[in-house]
DNA sequence: GGCAAAGTGAAACGCCCGTTTTCGTTTGAG
DNA sequence: CTCAAACGAAAACGGGCGTTTCACTTTGCC
């Protein structure tokens, strides 16, 4: 009944190396069972369909992500490098060796006209996390108007992450952090 | 040999609704058939191939759109305004009767890890269309800094496109204004 | 060491998609 | 009107994908 965790690492790994460099539908099954080593019997006992395995692996990343920047807001000193520090987070998010061609949620939701269940609360709550823990960093900083803020530093983010689709995104957050640098300085 | 016009125009128009609302690689090409009513082989005589088809919408839609964007430039009144005046033209497009989910261009970079080739000078076009514009209108106010400002508003324009995959994007061009004016008003 | 659970390997099923072909019909310019 | 060019209707082809099944082999715990 259960799935051995060795299994489902193997899967979880080669599904996320393969599905967010050549996209979510473009991945066959196939090419994730070969990378995996692993027969198709074992993927669909373990995770029920392709889709249920996509929403496992965006489960984990979200969780990564989460975990990088939290360390990344440890690391600051003072509420404005931990309000910028998301900034940190995602230039060491996307260092990483396995880092996919841009974001995988706002992929997958590119993907999918309307996502599955599953899938769109995953991009759901990735979206809802971001603007809540940018609310509550921006609150030292702009009180009332840490919402406002927030809204606009999600924006930022979102927009550095979509300058990989434009092929212009090799400078690092460069811009995005003076962007958000002009926006904190306003306050 | 030659296509006749109409017939194009009837494909490019049902391409155009498809593709962008469902999706590129999710709309059958048999969809696109049904609704221009159309015959396979005069879409294959007249654009060789889906992607063939998919380059020339883009290609429609990129003129389109500068023409939207050049009326609202003409529009404006002072320097601020014209360099502005890209929102206006993002919030026009946006409320026309076709309106896609979201950029048909980012969306079509999204959706191939390598796009073919016709594909990927379109999408670069927009790209680099953008950012050239940008920053001829950005001169009169920002002088040499230009070019920097141009990249921070293509960052809060691709931004503000990639909010409608968060399914936050309801409120119009509001978070992408106070954005923008928060940048021009620094320099 | 033995036995149930988990995994393998390969084949097969059903479905959909892009594209081509064939043939009969319509269109529009001379 | 005429006739070549363009188009419509429908079928077929080749390929790929997600998923299931089945018989066999490996794993790991009592």
Redesign the interface.
């Known amino acids: 009944m259960a799935t051995r965790d060795s299994t489902r690492t193997k899967l979880l790994d080669a599904a996320d190396e393969l599905l967010f ?3 979510v ?2 991945t066959p099954v196939d090419a994730i069972l070969e990378r995996a080593g692993v027969s198709p019997a074992t993927l669909y006992r373990a995770f029920g369909s392709k889709e249920g395995l996509v929403a496992a692996v965006l489960d984990r990343r979200h969780r990564e992500w989460i975990a990088v920047w939290d360390a990344c807001v440890a690391r600051a000193t003072d509420d404005r490098g931990r309000l910028l520090a998301v900034l940190d987070a995602l230039d060491e998010f996307q260092r990483r060796p396995d880092a996919a ?2 974001c995988a949620f ?2 997958t ?5 309307d996502p599955p269940a599953v899938l769109a609360a995953a ?2 709550q990735d ?1 809802d996390s971001m ?1 809540a823990r940018l609310t509550a960093l921006a609150e030292p900083l702009a009180g009332s108007g840490a919402p ?1 803020l927030a ?2 530093l ?10 990989g ?4 995104g090799a400078d690092g957050t460069a ?2 952090r ?2 958000a640098e ?2 904190v300085s ?1 306050t």
Not at 154 to 163: I, P, R
């Open positions: 460099t050549r996209g539908v473009a061609r841009w706002l992929g939701a590119a993907e999918y006209a991009i759901q979206s603007r406002a809204d606009a999600v924006l930022v983010v979102s927009g550095h992450l979509a300058l689709l434009r092929g212009v811009v995005a003076s962007v002009a926006l306003r």
